[in-house]
């Protein structure tokens, strides 16, 4: 079945430090989804891409959609303690809307 | 995007009990996706629940465990049955949203003593 690889597992940064998590899948996604999951809560929508090569920002975060549709990025510039959490990409694929969710990367920020 | 209420929010339940899990949702929804998240761990979809037939469930997943119900359009349930400790994880109902994504409830945080 679908795999979808995420990392790295943990990343500590000081607080003004880029961040960026990598996700993989073991096919070819129709879209992926970026959700932030804060320490003791549930996991939030934050973006979509569908395009290949698609590049979407929100604020400091930078979302991009690999050219095979098959890997994606979240970057974060000049990380703030609002950003602590775990960071999940999610790739739905065919025609089903089966989710598959990789594993997370929890960020953590020094002040 | 959809408002999901999830209840309980968290429980302490002793071994070889059951815990029902109830979500209702503030719009009606086709599907409802249930999903489990071990401690420190990623979300692993239990079942897909749509109204009016049985729910589709995932590898390593089975009905006896993990019953679900599915009156209406806007409610569901799942029962974790004859619990174990190994059962102790938050689990979460899910929805599409109402233009992309997907829409989470608040989750119950089920620990099995």
């Known amino acids: 079945g679908q795999q979808v690889m995420q990392i790295p597992q943990y990343q500590h940064v000081q607080e003004g430090e880029d961040f960026t998590t990598y996700c993989n899948s073991s096919?070819?996604?129709?879209?992926i989804q970026w959700y932030k999951q804060r320490p003791g809560g549930h996991p939030v929508f934050l973006i979509q891409l569908v395009k290949s090569g698609e590049v979407k920002k929100q604020k400091r975060l930078t979302f991009q959609f690999g050219e095979a549709k098959k890997n994606s990025s979240l970057h974060i510039t000049a990380t703030q303690t609002t950003d602590v959490g775990t960071y999940f990409c999610a790739g739905l694929s065919g025609a089903g809307n089966m989710l598959t969710f990789g594993g997370g990367t929890r960020l953590m920020v020094k002040p | 995007s959809a408002v999901i209420s999830q209840k309980p929010s968290r429980d302490i339940c002793q071994r070889g009990t059951s815990l029902t899990i109830q979500c209702q949702v503030d719009?009606?929804?086709?599907?409802m996706f249930w999903y489990r998240q071990q401690p420190g761990q990623s979300l692993t979809l239990i079942a897909t629940a749509n109204q009016g037939s049985e729910a589709t469930y995932e590898s390593g997943f089975v009905i006896d465990k993990f019953p679900i119900s599915r009156p209406n359009l806007t409610f569901s349930t799942l029962t974790v049955s004859n619990m174990s400790p190994e059962d102790s994880s938050i689990y979460l109902c899910?929805?599409?949203?109402?233009?992309?994504?997907?829409?989470f409830g608040s989750g119950t945080r089920l620990t099995v003593v």
């Open positions: 096919t070819t996604l129709s879209n």
């Open positions: 899910s929805v599409e949203g109402r233009i992309y994504g997907y829409t």
């Open positions: 719009s009606q929804v086709t599907m």
